[in-house]
């Protein structure tokens, strides 16, 4: 059999691979996701006290606007705040009931970030009557 070119196997097994891994068939780029334009915060309320306060709710507000109510051991989440400086705040808060820790808080929300802001109400004793009195 003149004429005829005996390639070696293993030679052959190298030039399809080379062919079948080369970078002009398949192209694949990398692009990272972008963060939303927006953060969120996670408002969450905790109650103690003499007696059952699971019951116990207020008002969330944030920059003045009224958000959502919140009870006893909630969360509420407020989405799509835009990045800056903002004040959380409790409000309508139960008669013989007092925040601990301050009725409104700042906070600052960052792009594409969670924040949380934290209250906590004491109910019962030694918590003065908001009722007036003559």
Do not use: N
């Not at 004040?87 to 301050?102: M, R, S, Y």
């Amino acid at each position: 059999m003149k004429g005829l070119t005996f390639i070696p196997v293993p030679l052959l097994c190298i030039a399809f691979c080379l062919g079948a891994c080369s970078d002009e068939s398949r192209e694949s780029t990398f692009e990272p996701e972008e963060a939303p334009p927006t953060g969120d915060i996670i408002v969450q309320m905790s109650v103690s006290g003499s007696g059952d306060y699971t019951a116990v709710g207020c008002g969330v507000m944030l920059d003045g606007h009224y958000c959502s109510h919140l009870h006893s051991g909630d969360r509420v989440t407020l989405g799509e705040v835009e990045p800056g400086p903002h004040t959380v705040a409790v409000v309508q808060i139960p008669k013989g009931c007092a925040a601990t820790d301050g009725t409104s808080k700042a906070v600052y929300v960052q792009r594409g970030q969670t924040s949380d802001v934290r209250f906590s109400l004491h109910c019962g004793d030694g918590i003065p009557s908001r009722k007036w009195q003559r």
